[in-house]
């Protein structure tokens, strides 16, 4: 089992293929400088119109409306039949489509004016204690069974993450991997810095892995294209976070209309810790929008629908491990 640690409070993950895998985190000895082309987000072109043979520049077309504006999400988390990676390894695609719906309806009753939708939030990119043939320790789900869950997602009204543990591999060129997924307007993204570890040179789970703002920035960049070519409301890009040094430098991410930043406390442990890393992370400076995970299995105990709805600044998005 990878474990991540911060005080009062625990991120955990088994990688699929080694079960028996059982790793305690250390700080790394040393830091291998990875150099990241600084990209700044990109706006797509205003729109222009021909008047009696002279082109006249208009305003850009206003995006349609986040979702989160008003809406709650709530989701289970995992990889398809690995029960202990995540609640939705537990159930087949339909299933946990059912179960999550109902779920979600148990918070729509508490949370005001605000309505809510259910979330299947699926890891794609699994990250290995081993290397692998492409030396990046990562084993990626194929693209029809990511398909399966993008139709089961469509067919039942609830929107899909895609999570990707990175590893050694770049977390760009994964994300240009999902491109005609990203395309529907109910398909989002998550980036997990516990288990990007080039930069240490460090096999994912020795050590506690973290991303850059110019990766952070590159992806967002990237979605806003996609966002702006296809006309769909904004991505929501989810970064877990359970470590201040997981996320580097995010007082530099970029402000791009196009995505918003969510930030996902993921840690389990005792209520206390657990609020007081939200409070820390997800509801920082550099968090656009809030996420929390909750652990069915870890958390002590599993904090209720109610408890989470009393919460000061209760989550955008709730997950469950």
Same mark, same amino acid.
């Given at each position: 089992?990878?474990?991540?640690?911060?005080?009062?409070?625990?991120?955990?993950?088994? #990688?699929?293929?080694?079960?028996?895998?059982?790793?305690?985190?250390?700080?790394?000895? &040393? @830091?291998?400088?990875?150099?990241?082309?600084? @990209? +700044?987000?990109?706006?797509?072109?205003?729109?222009?119109?021909?008047? *009696?043979?002279?082109?006249?520049?208009?305003?850009?077309?206003?995006?349609?409306?986040?979702?989160?504006?008003?809406?709650?999400?709530?989701?289970?988390?995992?990889?398809?039949?690995?029960?202990?990676?995540?609640? *939705?390894?537990?159930?087949?695609?339909? !299933?946990?489509?059912?179960?999550?719906? !109902?779920?979600? +309806?148990?918070?729509?009753?508490?949370?005001?004016? +605000?309505?809510?939708?259910?979330?299947?939030?699926?890891?794609?990119?699994?990250?290995?204690?081993?290397?692998?043939?492409?030396?990046?320790?990562?084993?990626?789900?194929?693209?029809?069974?990511?398909? /399966?869950?993008?139709?089961?997602?469509?067919?039942?009204?609830?929107?899909?993450?895609?999570?990707?543990?990175?590893?050694?591999?770049?977390?760009?060129?994964?994300?240009?991997?999902?491109?005609?997924?990203?395309?529907?307007?109910?398909?989002?993204?998550?980036?997990?810095?516990?288990?990007?570890?080039?930069?240490?040179?460090?096999?994912?789970?020795?050590?506690?892995?973290?991303?850059?703002?110019?990766?952070?920035?590159?992806?967002?960049?990237?979605?806003? /294209?996609?966002?702006?070519?296809?006309?769909?409301?904004?991505?929501? *890009?989810? *970064?877990?976070?359970?470590?201040?040094?997981?996320?580097? /430098?995010?007082?530099?991410?970029?402000?791009? !209309?196009?995505?918003?930043?969510?930030?996902?406390?993921?840690?389990?442990?005792?209520?206390?810790?657990? #609020?007081?890393?939200?409070?820390?992370?997800?509801?920082?400076?550099?968090?656009?929008?809030?996420? &929390?995970?909750? &652990?069915?299995?870890?958390?002590?105990?599993?904090?209720?629908?109610?408890? #989470?709805?009393?919460?000061?600044?209760?989550?955008?998005?709730?997950?469950?491990?």
């Amino acid at each position: 089992m990878v474990v991540g640690s911060h005080p009062g409070i625990v991120s955990a993950s088994i #990688i699929a293929d080694a079960p028996s895998l059982d790793v305690r985190p250390t700080e790394p000895s &040393f @830091v291998v400088d990875v150099w990241v082309e600084d @990209v +700044r987000p990109t706006r797509a072109p205003s729109v222009a119109v021909e008047v *009696l043979g002279i082109t006249i520049a208009g305003p850009e077309p206003a995006l349609p409306p986040s979702i989160l504006e008003t809406t709650q999400v709530i989701s289970y988390y995992g990889y398809p039949k690995v029960r202990g990676m995540g609640e *939705l390894g537990r159930h087949d695609p339909v !299933a946990a489509a059912e179960q999550i719906k !109902a779920l979600a +309806r148990e918070y729509d009753e508490l949370n005001g004016d +605000r309505e809510t939708v259910g979330a299947l939030h699926l890891i794609v990119d699994v990250a290995q204690a081993k290397p692998t043939s492409d030396g990046l320790y990562i084993e990626r789900l194929n693209l029809q069974a990511i398909a /399966e869950y993008v139709e089961v997602a469509r067919e039942h009204g609830l929107l899909l993450f895609l999570d990707l543990q990175i590893g050694w591999s770049d977390a760009f060129e994964d994300t240009q991997r999902l491109e005609w997924f990203l395309r529907e307007p109910f398909v989002h993204l998550a980036l997990d810095p516990e288990f990007a570890t080039a930069r240490y040179r460090a096999t994912p789970g020795r050590v506690i892995g973290s991303l850059d703002a110019d990766e952070v920035n590159k992806v967002q960049a990237y979605l806003a /294209e996609l966002v702006q070519d296809a006309g769909i409301p904004p991505k929501l *890009l989810v *970064l877990h976070q359970f470590q201040r040094r997981m996320l580097i /430098e995010p007082e530099r991410y970029a402000d791009v !209309a196009e995505v918003e930043l969510t930030i996902d406390m993921d840690g389990f442990g005792a209520m206390g810790p657990k #609020i007081g890393g939200y409070q820390r992370y997800a509801l920082s400076d550099y968090a656009e929008r809030s996420a &929390f995970k909750l &652990f069915y299995h870890w958390d002590e105990p599993v904090m209720t629908p109610q408890q #989470i709805m009393d919460m000061d600044n209760p989550p955008d998005y709730i997950i469950y491990q």
